[in-house]
């Protein structure tokens, strides 16, 4: 082992010891997961010297990868199980799929930005990581064909859930994600009942909100 890949070994103990730990993330899985897949990796070139710092790194287009304790603790209130399918939202550079492929049985990937899913496809090859599909398209409209899934991650904000993803759902399954309405932000994960989302609060958070969903401003004559 070199000494860099020994040095971002130590930064991701670190991370996890001082991040992740103590933002009450007890999953196993959700800390295994964190302390195996190499960050640094899916992070982009010139960011990999910042990629175990307690902040969102900017992927360009307005998009940004989570901070490494807001995705934790999303992870962690899904509580995924090894037998389940999961939906993941917005993928970026594939740094969420792989951790949710250490926890699912499968993992669909769906990012709508060419380079990025691109990138995130080889990455994840790269890596060994086999249990995920990448799909291009519209974030809004998740990807039916895989439907229904037990757990959706979208890895970012939105300010409404388009009705296509709500579908998507399993009954009695989860979705997280940060929620931005009324003037607040907070990471909020929903549970699917007799075909509704039932919203409920996990932990304060803010991120860039995704392509797609956004609420249109009301027209006013």
């Not at 300010?159 to 579908?167: F, M, R, S, T, V």
């Amino acid at each position: 082992m070199d000494s860099k890949m020994t040095d971002f070994t130590r930064q991701r103990i670190t991370m996890v010891d001082t991040q992740i730990r103590p933002s009450d993330v007890t999953s196993h899985s959700v800390i295994g997961a964190m302390l195996e897949v190499p960050r640094e990796a899916f992070v982009p070139p010139d960011m990999r010297e910042i990629a175990y710092a307690g902040a969102e790194l900017p992927l360009g287009g307005g998009r940004a990868m989570l901070e490494p304790r807001s995705l934790a603790k999303l992870l962690d209130g899904l509580a995924i199980r090894p037998a389940e399918m999961v939906l993941h939202v917005g993928c970026g550079l594939g740094y969420g799929t792989a951790l949710l492929a250490r926890m699912a049985e499968f993992v669909v990937a769906l990012e709508e930005d060419e380079a990025l899913a691109g990138e995130a496809e080889s990455l994840l090859a790269e890596h060994g990581v086999d249990n995920v599909a990448v799909v291009r398209g519209p974030l809004r409209e998740g990807v039916a064909r895989h439907a229904p899934y037990d757990a959706i991650l979208i890895e970012g904000a939105i300010e409404e859930l388009p009705g296509a993803l709500a579908d998507q759902l399993r009954e009695g399954g989860r979705i997280a994600t940060i929620l931005s309405e009324g003037g607040t932000t907070a990471a909020r994960i929903g549970h699917k009942s007799n075909g509704r989302i039932f919203w409920r609060f996990l932990f304060d958070a803010a991120a860039p909100v995704l392509p797609g969903f956004a609420v249109e401003p009301a027209f006013a004559l």
